[in-house]
């Protein structure tokens, strides 16, 4: 099956300095990778969507200076928090959706593989 | 914006009792998507539904897309230990959007 990773999977850094999340998909080819937030107890907020080779869109209230996206090749895709505060701290989760290999049937959904996630503590 | 209402918020059942939750939507979707998230990982999908009124099956899990494209039911049979966690519900329209997140424990 498909698999995304994410490095690093803990990070730990005092408020003022950046952060650098990198998002992976390790057996496939992925035009499109999505960020998301999610605060303890809470659900998945979309933070920006990352194609390849194209400027990230982002959310409605989300920081583009703040939270950097480079989506450079096609299994690669980094968040990089800047000047970080302990508002930051949370979990931030990457998806990714494969090449279309064509068109999709009816009815047919190009899935999002999900990664493990990365917990950011700002202190 | 868009938002899903997902309900109960947590459940606490006994093992081998059966579980339903649902979501409902102001917005209609055109796929709906099961999900289940255990502690420090990622979401991982359980369930798709493409079509209003589709009703799908995954083992022990059923979910069923609503006629109106406006919500979705997922039941879990016979629960065990396992199926501990937190179930979302998303609806897919150009992005996922996704439920407040039911949180699931089973007593042994």
């Known amino acids: 099956g498909a698999v995304v990773s994410q490095h690093p999977s803990r990070v730990i850094c005092k408020s003022g300095t950046s952060v650098k999340i990198e998002c992976r998909s390790l057996?496939?080819?992925?035009?499109?990778m999505f960020w998301y937030r999610q605060f303890p107890k809470q659900s998945l907020m979309l933070m920006a969507t990352?194609?390849?080779?194209?400027?990230?869109?982002?959310e409605q209230g989300v920081e583009k200076d703040k939270f950097l996206i480079n989506h450079a090749s096609l299994t690669l895709s980094t968040l990089t928090v800047t000047s970080a505060h302990p508002e930051d701290s949370s979990f931030y989760i990457c998806s990714a959706r494969e090449v279309s290999k064509g068109t999709l049937g009816p009815g047919l959904y190009n899935e999002q593989f999900f990664g493990p996630g990365t917990r950011l503590t700002v202190l | 914006g868009q938002q899903l209402n997902q309900s109960p918020q947590s459940m606490f059942i006994q093992e081998g009792e059966d579980v339903s939750m649902n979501c409902t939507s102001s917005?209609?979707?055109?796929?709906w998507l099961w999900y289940k998230q255990e502690p420090g990982e990622g979401p991982v999908l359980l369930i798709a539904l493409y079509k209003a009124g589709e009703l799908t099956s995954n083992g022990r899990l059923t979910a069923q897309f609503g006629i109106t494209r406006k919500d979705s039911f997922l039941n879990i049979s016979a629960s065990i230990p396992s199926d501990v966690g937190i179930y979302f519900c998303a609806g897919q329209s150009g992005k996922l959007i996704f439920g407040q997140g039911t949180t699931l424990q089973v007593k042994p």
């Open positions: 990352s194609n390849e080779g194209s400027k990230a869109t982002y």
């Open positions: 057996d496939f080819q992925a035009t499109t």
């Open positions: 917005s209609i979707f055109n796929t």
